[in-house]
């Protein structure tokens, strides 16, 4: 009995390992758009696959960090200027990756572009501060994906979206966790809608990698401008302990290990080069071995663990 269970098991991985390392063929004609590239996994990701031989058009938020880009890429890669929350920045990268795929299509679209926003509790935070994080994060991908969508399914593509483990759990406040969450739910229903038109949706959820996005200076800043704008009333309620353990918490909230970024560009080359690619992809330890469990596991607990956790506030009942 158990040794069948095992063999079944072995079985499934075997099958599924043999499956996962069929690559599509003819890489170096096939085109993919990423946005993003100034720093980070887009960066790395726009290196990388240059480096594999793929046509890769790199949008960057800054002319500097393009130009930093194209000294480390080869002639084939192309950069472009693209801010996701600005409409006419969309549609001129739109316009020009049309005239660099010409009628060949896009093969691959990465919406990699992130900002973290503030990652406080929610009260001390106005309408303006979750609109500016999911300006980027969600309506911007949205943006971004409906104007490439014709290309990519010229070419029978795919779409990358990068979410994150915060896109399973929010532990935290702020629109980082509810963009992610959004991101999900549009990647979900995109992916159901393109099964008829051979295009794939795939979803990287990376744990904690240290990038830009989670600078520790940054994160401190962050953490003390969203306390000096939130209200008297709202400051009384938590109090300076509470804020003085909230600011140390982008010292305390790291891995164990510090993670190699190449696990989620991995991952997101699989997405793009895979036969068969994973609807989902979970990079780093902590993602596969503690937020992605603790999001099955019930609410009830979940609550518990994350307000035992944390710090209180100094007027809670
Ligand atoms: N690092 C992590 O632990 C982690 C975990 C899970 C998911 N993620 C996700 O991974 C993605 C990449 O983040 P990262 O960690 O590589 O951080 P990053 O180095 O800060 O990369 C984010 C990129 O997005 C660009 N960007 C910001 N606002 C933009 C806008 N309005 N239009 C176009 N581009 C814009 C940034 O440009 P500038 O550099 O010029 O600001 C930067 O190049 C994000 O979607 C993030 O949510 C990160």
């Known amino acids: ?24 063929s003819q890489l170096q004609d096939k085109y ?14 726009a290196r990388q696959l240059d480096m594999r031989g793929l046509r890769v058009l790199a949008a960057c938020l800054t002319e500097k960090g393009a130009k930093q880009l194209r000294r ?17 920045s969309i549609t001129a990268a739109a316009q020009w990756v049309k005239e660099c795929v010409e ?9 990699n572009a992130g900002i973290l926003g503030y990652l406080v509790s929610n009260q001390w935070l106005t309408k303006q501060d979750f609109v500016d994080v999911l300006n980027v994060n969600l309506l911007g991908m949205i943006e ?16 990358v979206n990068i979410s994150s483990v915060m896109g399973r759990v929010a532990m935290f406040g702020g629109g980082y966790s509810i963009s992610k969450y959004g991101l999900e739910a549009f990647s979900d229903s995109l992916r159901r809608e393109l099964l008829p038109f051979d295009v794939k949706v795939a979803m990287i959820e990376p744990g904690f990698f240290q990038t830009n996005l989670v600078d520790k200076e940054r994160l401190a800043c962050s953490i003390e401008e969203a ?3 939130a209200s008297p009333e709202v400051k009384e309620l938590y109090g300076l ?14 891995p164990p290990v510090r993670q ?47 307000s035992w956790l944390g710090p209180k506030p100094a007027k809670a009942l």
């Open 227 to 229: 306390w000096d704008h």
């Open 72 to 88: 480390q890429t080869s002639d084939r890669a192309e950069t472009v200027i693209l801010d996701v929350t600005q409409t006419e």
């Open 1 to 24: 009995m158990w040794g069948c269970l095992v063999a079944l098991v072995g079985l499934f991985f075997l099958v599924r390992w043999y499956r996962e390392r069929q690559v599509v």
């Open 144 to 159: 971004v994906t409906l104007s490439l969508l014709p290309l990519v399914r010229k070419a029978r593509g795919r779409v």
């Open 32 to 45: 993919v758009f990423i946005t993003g590239c100034d720093s980070g996994f887009g960066n790395l990701l």
């Open 103 to 111: 009628d060949r299509g896009l093969w691959g679209l990465v919406n």
């Open 241 to 254: 302990e509470f804020l003085e353990v909230y600011q140390k918490l982008p010292e305390e909230f790291k």
């Open 260 to 306: 190699d970024l190449s696990l989620v560009t991995d991952c997101m080359e699989h997405a793009l080069t895979a036969r068969h690619p994973r609807t989902r992809y979970s990079p780093g330890w902590d993602a596969k071995f503690f937020y992605l469990p603790l999001s099955y596991m019930p609410t009830c607990l979940v609550d518990a663990m994350v």
